[in-house]
């Protein structure tokens, strides 16, 4: 059964550059949500997307944003990283009026 | 914010034994997810279970959970090496479908053969 795609696997920044993450639902899921886990946390939600809108915000930094476009893929984009950035970042999506989340393999994001 | 209480934080079994997790959560829920994620990887979901459910099962795990103490706790029956990950307890709020989840601490299960 296919899964939920994230590109790239890894990644590893210099501070103050910017990443962009991308992620790939589920076909037929129509929500995607964004997940960072530091290491040894737990997951925090940082943003969601229903039909290419933005339904719902976290404790997501000013410095990321995120859109969904019309094939339902989702980017989150990161601009001024910092030390503190260094984590797992996990894309999810979900069938509409659903409550399970199916989760990607993650980005693990590095900055240097 | 931290959502759930996992308990305990770690956990040590003999292979063919049954591990039992369980996990508070502070506010009104819509359902409470379980997970595992093994070192470092990708979230595997378990089971989903309802605030209206009390009970679930899925093979060889068992889900319970109780609204008025606000906890659930998931039983993992004669364990294998391969459950050795973390565990993970996530709350989705009351309201409509698609919410976000609300995870708690993880616990950390290994299994010895």
């Known amino acids: 059964a296919a899964g939920v795609i994230q590109s790239p696997r890894h990644l590893i920044k210099e501070k103050r550059e910017t990443a962009t993450l991308k992620c790939y639902p589920i076909p037929r899921h129509d929500t995607v949500y964004w997940y960072q886990q530091g290491p040894g946390q737990d997951p925090q939600f940082l943003i969601s997307f229903y039909e290419k809108m933005q339904s719902d915000k976290g404790s997501i930094p000013d410095r990321f944003s995120a859109q969904q476009f019309s094939d339902y893929h989702s980017e989150l984009n990161m601009s001024s990283l910092e030390l503190g950035d ?25 900055v240097l | 914010s931290q959502q759930g209480e996992e308990d305990p934080q770690a956990l040590s079994i003999q292979e063919g034994e049954n591990a039992t997790m369980n996990c508070s959560y502070k506010t009104s829920i819509n359902n409470l997810q379980w997970y595992r994620q093994n070192s470092g990887r990708g979230l595997v979901h378990l089971i989903l279970i309802r605030s209206n459910e009390r009970e679930k099962h899925s093979g060889r ?10 906890s659930s ?3 993992i029956t004669a364990s294998r090496a391969a459950d050795t990950a973390s565990y993970f307890c996530a709350t989705g709020p009351v309201g409509g479908a698609n919410s976000k989840l609300t995870f708690g601490k993880g616990i950390t299960l290994s299994v010895r053969p």
């Open chain 1, 86 to 110: 260094s984590a797992l970042y996990f894309c999810a999506s979900s069938l509409p009026q659903t409550d399970e989340q199916f989760f990607g393999p993650g980005t693990r994001l590095t």
């Open chain 2, 61 to 70: 795990l068992r889900v319970t959970l109780d609204t008025s103490k606000k």
């Open chain 2, 73 to 75: 706790s998931l039983l």
